[in-house]
């Protein structure tokens, strides 16, 4: 199995500031033939279906504010935030889809 | 606008089979790939299984001794069957839609292992 680590575990911003989450993979979710990352990022929230976010490791899903910002290519992944709002409370998971889907273990994002 | 929704007991014995429906709506399970995903204190999300539109399967190994997920098509439903459970199961079991990337998810149905 690829094992999707993430950092840090929890993090605490203010308003209108910036959340930086990373995910590292332990082997490449790189797909050199179509030049494609299998990185995905979800925001769980309770009472609330999880939600996809990111896909191909930067595509916005249609609807997602573009202050979520995904990079990063091969092993090394960021979810960046800006303009940090209330609502963004949650746990953010990365996910690779290059082999048998696996999470990392999330990052609890709170404000300050 | 499509939409998931698990049920099930929320608690199982030690031993037993645990047994969980997702039901959909605004989408056909007979045209999407679906899956089952857990949420545990101990080991984060995981990844169940699979099923696609034509009712191939593909189970994470594992898993695969002891889950079986199946299409009702009449009633638009999938079902999830995780046999002889113990504590380690006890999570929140998730439908979604996808075979490895997931683009709809249900609330999810919290589910007890204990005596």
């Known amino acids: 199995d690829i094992v999707m680590t993430q950092s840090p575990d929890s993090l605490a911003v203010s308003l209108g500031e910036r959340a930086t989450i990373n995910c590292k993979s332990s082997q490449s979710v790189l797909y050199t033939s179509n030049n494609k990352n299998y990185l995905a990022w979800y925001q769980l929230k309770p009472q609330e279906p999880p939600r996809l976010l990111i896909y191909w490791a930067s595509t916005r899903v249609s609807g997602v504010p573009d202050r979520f910002r995904g990079s990063g290519s091969g092993t090394d992944f960021t979810l960046t935030i800006t303009n940090v709002q209330a609502d963004d409370v949650a746990v953010y998971y990365c996910q690779q889809y290059h082999r048998t889907p696996t999470f990392g273990q999330g990052t609890r994002l709170e404000i300050k | 606008q499509v939409k998931l929704q698990e049920s099930g007991p929320g608690l199982v014995k030690p031993s037993e089979t645990l047994s969980l429906i997702c039901t959909v709506s605004?989408?056909?399970?007979?045209?999407?790939?679906w899956s089952w995903i857990r949420r545990s204190p101990g080991e984060g999300l995981e990844w169940l299984g699979s099923?696609?539109?034509?009712?191939?399967?593909k189970y994470n190994p594992s898993f695969e001794s002891r889950v079986t997920i199946s299409p009702d098509t009449t009633k638009n439903q999938l079902s999830l069957k995780l046999m002889s459970v113990t504590t380690a199961d006890t999570a929140i079991y998730y439908c979604a839609r996808g075979l490895d990337l997931f683009e709809y998810w249900g609330q999810g149905s919290r589910v007890l292992v204990s005596s």
């Open positions: 099923i696609s539109n034509t009712g191939n399967t």
């Open positions: 605004g989408a056909s399970v007979s045209d999407f790939y």
